[in-house]
C-alpha cells in the first residue's frame, strides 16, 4: 500500500486549511475597519458604580445594532444603545462579538437603564 499519496492528501488539506483561515481572517479585518466595529467596540466604557445595579431591561438584539441605533439618535459609532425602555444590542450569536465586550456593552447599557445620562462623558 503506498503511503506517500495519504501523506500528500493529508498535507494539501492542512495547507488548504491555512489557506482558508486567513483569508476569512483577512476579509473579517476587512469588515471590521469598514464598519467601525474595532473602533467601537476596543473601549467600550464603563457606568459609574452607583449605576451598575441589578435591573430589569427589554432587549432588542439586532444583526446591525449600529444602523438601529443611528436611527433612534444615538452618537454615531454606538455599538448599542438604551432608549424608551428598550436596549438595542449587536446579536450575540455573531462571530463579531466577544464574550468580554458583549459584557462590557450590556453594562454600559444597564448604567444608561439605571439613570446614566446619555450625555456622559466619552
Same mark, same amino acid.
Request: hydrophobic letters at 45%; glycine letters at 12%; a neutral charge.
Given at each position: ?60 438584539? @439586532?444583526?446591525? +445594532?449600529?444602523?438601529? =441605533?443611528? /436611527? %433612534? *439618535?444615538?452618537?454615531? &459609532?454606538?455599538? $448599542? ?18 464574550? @468580554?465586550?458583549? +459584557?462590557?456593552?450590556? =453594562?454600559? /447599557? %444597564? *448604567?444608561?437603564?439605571? &439613570?446614566?445620562? $446619555?450625555?456622559?462623558?466619552?
Amino acid at each position: 500500500m503506498d503511503r506517500g499519496g495519504s501523506n500528500m492528501i493529508r498535507t494539501r488539506g492542512f495547507v488548504w486549511g491555512i489557506g482558508v483561515g486567513l483569508c476569512a481572517t483577512f476579509w473579517l479585518a476587512i469588515i471590521l475597519l469598514l464598519t467601525g466595529c474595532a473602533a467601537t467596540t476596543s473601549g467600550v466604557q464603563l457606568p459609574p458604580e452607583r449605576f451598575r445595579h441589578d435591573t430589569v431591561v427589554a432587549v432588542k438584539f @439586532e444583526t446591525d +445594532a449600529a444602523m438601529r =441605533c443611528q /436611527e %433612534i *439618535g444615538a452618537p454615531p &459609532g454606538s455599538a $448599542a444603545c438604551f432608549g424608551q425602555g428598550l436596549a438595542i444590542m449587536p446579536n450575540p450569536c455573531d462571530l463579531l462579538w466577544s464574550h @468580554e465586550i458583549f +459584557a462590557r456593552l450590556m =453594562c454600559h /447599557e %444597564i *448604567g444608561h437603564r439605571n &439613570g446614566w445620562p $446619555a450625555d456622559h462623558p466619552r
